[in-house]
Protein backbone atom coordinates (compact mmCIF):
# COMPACT_ATOMS: atom_id res chain seq x y z
CA UNK A 1 0.00 0.00 0.00
CA UNK A 2 1.72 3.27 -1.42
CA UNK A 3 2.63 5.27 1.54
CA UNK A 4 2.35 2.60 4.35
CA UNK A 5 5.65 2.28 6.53
CA UNK A 6 7.89 -0.07 4.80
CA UNK A 7 7.26 -3.57 6.09
CA UNK A 8 9.29 -6.46 6.39
CA UNK A 9 8.13 -10.21 6.83
CA UNK A 10 9.42 -12.48 9.15
CA UNK A 11 9.19 -15.99 9.78
CA UNK A 12 9.65 -18.25 12.93
CA UNK A 13 12.03 -21.34 13.34
CA UNK A 14 11.88 -24.79 14.92
CA UNK A 15 10.93 -24.10 18.52
CA UNK A 16 7.46 -22.26 17.63
CA UNK A 17 5.37 -25.42 17.17
CA UNK A 18 2.64 -26.51 19.00
CA UNK A 19 0.13 -28.86 19.46
CA UNK A 20 -3.20 -27.86 17.78
CA UNK A 21 -1.57 -24.75 15.87
CA UNK A 22 -3.57 -25.91 12.69
CA UNK A 23 -6.87 -25.33 14.08
CA UNK A 24 -7.41 -21.40 13.76
CA UNK A 25 -6.83 -21.42 10.03
CA UNK A 26 -8.35 -24.39 8.80
CA UNK A 27 -11.13 -22.68 7.33
CA UNK A 28 -9.16 -20.24 5.46
CA UNK A 29 -8.66 -20.35 1.91
CA UNK A 30 -4.78 -21.18 1.99
CA UNK A 31 -5.45 -24.02 4.30
CA UNK A 32 -5.56 -26.02 0.31
CA UNK A 33 -1.57 -25.51 0.73
CA UNK A 34 -0.99 -27.94 3.46
CA UNK A 35 -2.55 -30.69 0.88
CA UNK A 36 -0.10 -29.46 -1.04
CA UNK A 37 2.93 -29.48 0.72
CA UNK A 38 1.86 -33.03 1.97
CA UNK A 39 2.14 -33.87 -1.94
CA UNK A 40 5.48 -32.33 -1.91
CA UNK A 41 6.55 -34.05 1.06
CA UNK A 42 5.22 -37.49 0.98
CA UNK A 43 4.03 -36.39 4.80
CA UNK A 44 0.35 -35.53 5.98
CA UNK A 45 0.60 -32.11 7.08
CA UNK A 46 -2.95 -31.04 7.88
CA UNK A 47 -2.44 -34.06 10.65
CA UNK A 48 0.23 -32.34 11.98
CA UNK A 49 -1.47 -29.47 12.52
CA UNK A 50 -4.25 -30.55 14.04
CA UNK A 51 -3.78 -33.66 15.90
CA UNK A 52 0.09 -34.11 16.23
CA UNK A 53 1.08 -34.39 20.49
CA UNK A 54 3.60 -32.41 21.43
CA UNK A 55 5.82 -35.21 21.36
CA UNK A 56 5.83 -35.96 18.08
CA UNK A 57 5.97 -31.57 17.18
CA UNK A 58 9.40 -32.49 18.80
CA UNK A 59 10.59 -34.63 15.94
CA UNK A 60 13.01 -32.28 14.00
CA UNK A 61 11.59 -33.17 10.58
CA UNK A 62 8.03 -33.10 11.80
CA UNK A 63 8.21 -30.10 13.55
CA UNK A 64 9.84 -27.63 10.34
CA UNK A 65 7.34 -29.40 8.04
CA UNK A 66 4.65 -27.79 10.42
CA UNK A 67 6.31 -24.41 11.37
CA UNK A 68 7.35 -24.21 7.25
CA UNK A 69 3.41 -25.10 6.12
CA UNK A 70 1.50 -23.16 8.76
CA UNK A 71 3.67 -19.88 8.11
CA UNK A 72 3.00 -20.09 3.96
CA UNK A 73 -0.65 -20.50 4.89
CA UNK A 74 -0.69 -16.93 7.42
CA UNK A 75 1.75 -15.94 4.45
CA UNK A 76 -0.92 -16.13 1.64
CA UNK A 77 -3.50 -15.61 3.83
CA UNK A 78 -1.84 -12.04 5.08
CA UNK A 79 -1.65 -11.31 1.54
CA UNK A 80 -4.94 -11.79 0.42
CA UNK A 81 -5.96 -8.73 3.35
CA UNK A 82 -6.15 -5.48 1.78
CA UNK A 83 -4.98 -3.96 5.12
CA UNK A 84 -1.54 -5.39 4.51
CA UNK A 85 1.11 -2.70 4.58
CA UNK A 86 3.92 -1.91 1.81
CA UNK A 87 6.21 -5.52 2.19
CA UNK A 88 9.90 -3.97 1.40
CA UNK A 89 12.10 -7.00 2.82
CA UNK A 90 11.82 -10.91 4.24
CA UNK A 91 13.40 -12.68 6.60
CA UNK A 92 13.39 -15.84 8.49
CA UNK A 93 14.70 -17.31 11.74
CA UNK A 94 16.77 -20.63 10.81
CA UNK A 95 14.37 -22.95 8.78
CA UNK A 96 11.86 -19.58 8.76
CA UNK A 97 14.71 -18.20 6.09
CA UNK A 98 13.37 -20.96 3.42
CA UNK A 99 9.38 -19.76 4.14
CA UNK A 100 11.25 -15.80 3.48
CA UNK A 101 12.54 -16.90 0.00
CA UNK A 102 9.53 -18.96 -1.07
CA UNK A 103 8.05 -15.24 0.24
CA UNK A 104 10.43 -13.64 -1.80
CA UNK A 105 10.10 -15.52 -5.16
CA UNK A 106 13.54 -17.19 -4.70
CA UNK A 107 11.95 -20.62 -4.78
CA UNK A 108 9.23 -22.23 -5.53
CA UNK A 109 6.54 -23.45 -3.15
CA UNK A 110 7.00 -27.40 -4.34
CA UNK A 111 11.29 -26.77 -4.27
CA UNK A 112 10.82 -24.83 -0.51
CA UNK A 113 8.76 -27.47 0.61
CA UNK A 114 10.99 -30.32 -0.45
CA UNK A 115 14.35 -28.70 1.05
CA UNK A 116 12.84 -28.14 4.25
CA UNK A 117 11.71 -32.30 4.60
CA UNK A 118 15.20 -33.02 3.34
CA UNK A 119 16.47 -30.52 5.69
CA UNK A 120 14.94 -32.25 8.52
CA UNK A 121 15.64 -34.99 8.16
CA UNK A 122 19.62 -34.43 7.32
CA UNK A 123 19.56 -32.61 10.67
CA UNK A 124 17.44 -35.35 12.45
CA UNK A 125 19.63 -38.20 11.69
CA UNK A 126 23.27 -35.81 12.55
CA UNK A 127 21.70 -35.17 16.10
CA UNK A 128 21.06 -38.88 16.38
CA UNK A 129 24.86 -39.94 15.30
CA UNK A 130 25.79 -36.61 17.41
CA UNK A 131 23.27 -36.01 20.20
CA UNK A 132 23.48 -32.49 21.93
CA UNK A 133 21.67 -29.85 22.86
CA UNK A 134 20.49 -26.19 23.42
CA UNK A 135 20.19 -23.30 26.43
CA UNK A 136 19.25 -19.77 26.19
CA UNK A 137 20.96 -17.20 27.93
CA UNK A 138 19.16 -14.44 29.32
CA UNK A 139 20.90 -10.61 30.59
CA UNK A 140 23.96 -12.20 28.82
CA UNK A 141 25.50 -10.52 25.56
CA UNK A 142 27.68 -11.69 22.98
CA UNK A 143 30.95 -11.19 24.81
CA UNK A 144 30.07 -12.84 28.12
CA UNK A 145 28.36 -15.89 26.16
CA UNK A 146 31.47 -16.13 24.16
CA UNK A 147 33.67 -16.06 27.35
CA UNK A 148 31.73 -19.00 29.09
CA UNK A 149 31.68 -20.91 26.00
CA UNK A 150 35.51 -20.24 25.94
CA UNK A 151 35.30 -21.97 29.48
CA UNK A 152 33.44 -24.96 28.65
CA UNK A 153 35.56 -25.75 25.72
CA UNK A 154 38.97 -25.67 27.78
CA UNK A 155 37.50 -27.96 29.91
CA UNK A 156 37.26 -30.46 26.83
CA UNK A 157 33.46 -29.44 26.05
CA UNK A 158 31.83 -29.34 22.59
CA UNK A 159 29.81 -26.15 22.79
CA UNK A 160 29.28 -23.26 20.66
CA UNK A 161 27.43 -19.56 20.32
CA UNK A 162 24.23 -20.70 17.72
CA UNK A 163 22.02 -17.77 17.97
CA UNK A 164 22.86 -13.79 18.41
CA UNK A 165 19.09 -12.86 18.61
CA UNK A 166 18.89 -10.18 20.52
CA UNK A 167 20.68 -7.76 23.07
CA UNK A 168 20.08 -10.34 26.26
CA UNK A 169 19.41 -13.34 24.40
CA UNK A 170 22.02 -15.47 23.06
CA UNK A 171 22.02 -18.84 22.53
CA UNK A 172 24.25 -21.78 22.91
CA UNK A 173 24.51 -25.39 21.35
CA UNK A 174 26.50 -28.51 21.41
CA UNK A 175 26.66 -31.40 23.33
CA UNK A 176 24.37 -32.28 26.91
CA UNK A 177 27.71 -32.07 28.78
CA UNK A 178 28.62 -28.77 27.31
CA UNK A 179 25.68 -26.92 27.25
CA UNK A 180 25.29 -27.81 30.87
CA UNK A 181 28.72 -26.74 31.34
CA UNK A 182 28.08 -23.27 30.44
CA UNK A 183 24.47 -23.47 32.23
CA UNK A 184 26.68 -23.82 35.57
CA UNK A 185 28.39 -20.63 34.83
CA UNK A 186 25.34 -18.67 34.29
CA UNK A 187 25.11 -17.19 37.77
CA UNK A 188 29.02 -16.17 38.11
CA UNK A 189 28.41 -13.61 34.84
CA UNK A 190 24.52 -12.32 36.28
CA UNK A 191 23.03 -14.44 33.68
CA UNK A 192 20.54 -17.16 33.60
CA UNK A 193 20.04 -20.31 31.36
CA UNK A 194 16.88 -21.84 29.74
CA UNK A 195 17.14 -25.23 28.54
CA UNK A 196 15.59 -25.52 24.91
CA UNK A 197 13.58 -28.88 24.46
CA UNK A 198 15.19 -29.73 20.71
CA UNK A 199 16.61 -32.16 19.21
CA UNK A 200 19.66 -31.53 18.31
CA UNK A 201 23.15 -29.13 18.69
CA UNK A 202 22.10 -27.00 15.88
CA UNK A 203 24.19 -24.17 13.83
CA UNK A 204 27.22 -25.55 15.03
CA UNK A 205 29.79 -28.16 13.24
CA UNK A 206 27.81 -30.90 15.04
CA UNK A 207 25.49 -30.56 11.95
CA UNK A 208 27.98 -31.05 9.42
CA UNK A 209 27.00 -33.94 8.15
CA UNK A 210 23.87 -32.38 7.47
CA UNK A 211 25.00 -29.79 5.80
CA UNK A 212 26.59 -32.66 3.29
CA UNK A 213 23.10 -34.23 2.82
CA UNK A 214 21.68 -30.93 2.42
CA UNK A 215 24.14 -29.23 0.07
CA UNK A 216 22.76 -32.24 -2.30
CA UNK A 217 18.99 -31.62 -2.20
CA UNK A 218 20.14 -27.58 -2.56
CA UNK A 219 22.31 -27.83 -5.66
CA UNK A 220 19.42 -29.55 -7.46
CA UNK A 221 17.39 -26.76 -6.80
CA UNK A 222 17.10 -23.58 -9.19
CA UNK A 223 16.78 -20.27 -6.91
CA UNK A 224 15.52 -17.42 -8.97
CA UNK A 225 17.79 -15.09 -11.21
CA UNK A 226 16.23 -12.11 -8.63
CA UNK A 227 13.60 -11.91 -6.08
CA UNK A 228 12.53 -9.17 -3.47
CA UNK A 229 14.72 -8.30 -0.83
CA UNK A 230 16.28 -11.39 1.93
CA UNK A 231 18.37 -10.99 4.67
CA UNK A 232 20.22 -14.09 5.44
CA UNK A 233 20.90 -15.66 8.82
CA UNK A 234 24.65 -16.46 7.87
CA UNK A 235 25.97 -12.96 7.43
CA UNK A 236 23.22 -10.24 8.39
CA UNK A 237 23.60 -9.28 4.42
CA UNK A 238 20.50 -8.17 2.09
CA UNK A 239 20.27 -10.53 -1.18
CA UNK A 240 18.05 -9.93 -4.21
CA UNK A 241 19.03 -12.98 -6.42
CA UNK A 242 22.13 -12.95 -8.23
CA UNK A 243 24.64 -11.85 -6.02
CA UNK A 244 23.69 -14.83 -4.12
CA UNK A 245 24.84 -18.43 -4.00
CA UNK A 246 21.53 -19.63 -1.24
CA UNK A 247 22.83 -23.41 -1.66
CA UNK A 248 26.42 -22.47 0.30
CA UNK A 249 24.42 -19.34 2.37
CA UNK A 250 22.12 -22.71 3.59
CA UNK A 251 24.46 -24.97 4.41
CA UNK A 252 26.73 -22.48 6.12
CA UNK A 253 23.86 -21.59 7.85
CA UNK A 254 23.03 -25.45 9.37
CA UNK A 255 26.96 -24.90 11.01
CA UNK A 256 27.12 -21.36 12.20
CA UNK A 257 25.56 -19.25 14.35
CA UNK A 258 22.08 -17.15 13.43
CA UNK A 259 22.66 -13.73 13.48
CA UNK A 260 19.55 -12.54 14.41
CA UNK A 261 19.84 -9.32 16.08
CA UNK A 262 22.46 -7.90 13.21
CA UNK A 263 19.65 -8.96 10.68
CA UNK A 264 17.13 -6.89 12.26
CA UNK A 265 19.25 -4.09 12.09
CA UNK A 266 19.78 -4.65 8.94
CA UNK A 267 16.18 -4.22 7.88
CA UNK A 268 16.08 -1.13 9.46
CA UNK A 269 19.12 0.33 8.64
CA UNK A 270 19.50 -0.76 5.15
CA UNK A 271 16.34 -1.24 3.87
CA UNK A 272 14.06 1.27 6.03
CA UNK A 273 11.96 -1.10 7.77
CA UNK A 274 10.27 0.26 10.90
CA UNK A 275 7.12 -2.12 10.91
CA UNK A 276 7.58 -5.81 11.51
CA UNK A 277 4.94 -9.09 10.20
CA UNK A 278 5.33 -12.16 12.57
CA UNK A 279 3.86 -14.81 10.58
CA UNK A 280 3.51 -18.22 11.59
CA UNK A 281 3.23 -19.63 15.33
CA UNK A 282 4.32 -18.31 18.00
CA UNK A 283 5.33 -14.57 18.63
CA UNK A 284 9.29 -15.29 19.73
CA UNK A 285 10.83 -13.38 16.91
CA UNK A 286 8.19 -10.41 17.95
CA UNK A 287 10.09 -10.01 21.37
CA UNK A 288 13.39 -10.41 19.85
CA UNK A 289 12.31 -7.25 17.74
CA UNK A 290 11.25 -5.30 20.35
CA UNK A 291 14.58 -5.84 22.46
CA UNK A 292 16.39 -4.52 19.40
CA UNK A 293 14.19 -1.87 18.07
CA UNK A 294 12.26 -0.26 21.05
CA UNK A 295 10.85 1.96 18.69
CA UNK A 296 9.96 0.20 16.17
CA UNK A 297 6.13 -1.31 15.31
CA UNK A 298 5.47 -5.69 15.92
CA UNK A 299 2.81 -7.43 14.71
CA UNK A 300 2.34 -11.03 15.44
CA UNK A 301 -0.28 -13.22 13.26
CA UNK A 302 -1.74 -16.05 15.24
CA UNK A 303 -4.77 -15.87 14.02
CA UNK A 304 -7.40 -15.12 10.37
CA UNK A 305 -8.54 -12.09 11.90
CA UNK A 306 -5.49 -10.49 13.37
CA UNK A 307 -4.40 -7.13 12.75
CA UNK A 308 -1.95 -5.88 10.51
CA UNK A 309 -1.24 -2.57 11.73
Same mark, same amino acid.
Given at each position: MT??????????? +??? +??AGMGEPWRDVDAWRLTAEVSAHTGTDVEELLLKADDATLRETDLAQLAVFTLSVVVLHHVRSREDLPEVVAHAGHSLGEYVALYAAGALTLPDAARLVAARGRAMREAARRDPGTMAVLVRADAETARTMVDTARAAGHRVWVANLNAPGQIVVSGSHEGVEHVASLAGDHDAKAIRVAVGGAFHTPLMASAGEELSRALLAVPFAASHEPVVANVDARVY???EADWPDLEVRQLTGPVLWERGVRTLHDALGCVRFLELGPGRTLAGMVRRTLPDATVVTVNTPVDHLR
Amino acid at each position: MTGAPPTALLFPG +QGA +QRAGMGEPWRDVDAWRLTAEVSAHTGTDVEELLLKADDATLRETDLAQLAVFTLSVVVLHHVRSREDLPEVVAHAGHSLGEYVALYAAGALTLPDAARLVAARGRAMREAARRDPGTMAVLVRADAETARTMVDTARAAGHRVWVANLNAPGQIVVSGSHEGVEHVASLAGDHDAKAIRVAVGGAFHTPLMASAGEELSRALLAVPFAASHEPVVANVDARVYRGGEADWPDLEVRQLTGPVLWERGVRTLHDALGCVRFLELGPGRTLAGMVRRTLPDATVVTVNTPVDHLR
